[in-house]
């Protein structure tokens, strides 16, 4: 059910050590548990996002020496030229 802010309802189920936890935050950085889940749930997701694009940079890396040579000036019309002079 959406509300008129935007926001969702969601019916979660944790363990009393959670709740407890989730409580304790919650009265510490004043705000309510849903805030405080809301935050958690950015950090996780923004922490996973980095991790993606350090993987895929890391990939790139691994994979330059196959682009070695090449000029990177290089256009798909330059290359049909050169194919084309060579045929």
Same mark, same amino acid.
């Given at each position: 059910m959406a509300l008129k802010t935007g926001k969702v309802r969601k019916n979660i189920t944790i363990s009393r050590e959670a709740e407890r936890k989730l409580k304790e935050l919650a009265e510490k950085e004043k705000k309510s548990q849903s805030a405080v889940i809301e935050e958690l749930i950015n950090q996780v997701y923004k922490k996973t996002e980095k991790k993606k694009k350090l993987e895929a940079l890391k990939r790139i $890396? @691994?994979?330059? $020496?196959?682009? @070695?040579? #090449? !000029?990177? !000036? #290089?256009t798909i019309q $330059? #290359? $049909? @030229?050169?194919?084309?002079s060579e045929l």
């Open positions: $890396k @691994e994979r330059r $020496k196959y682009f @070695e040579g #090449i !000029d990177p !000036d #290089i $330059k #290359i $049909k @030229e050169q194919m084309g």
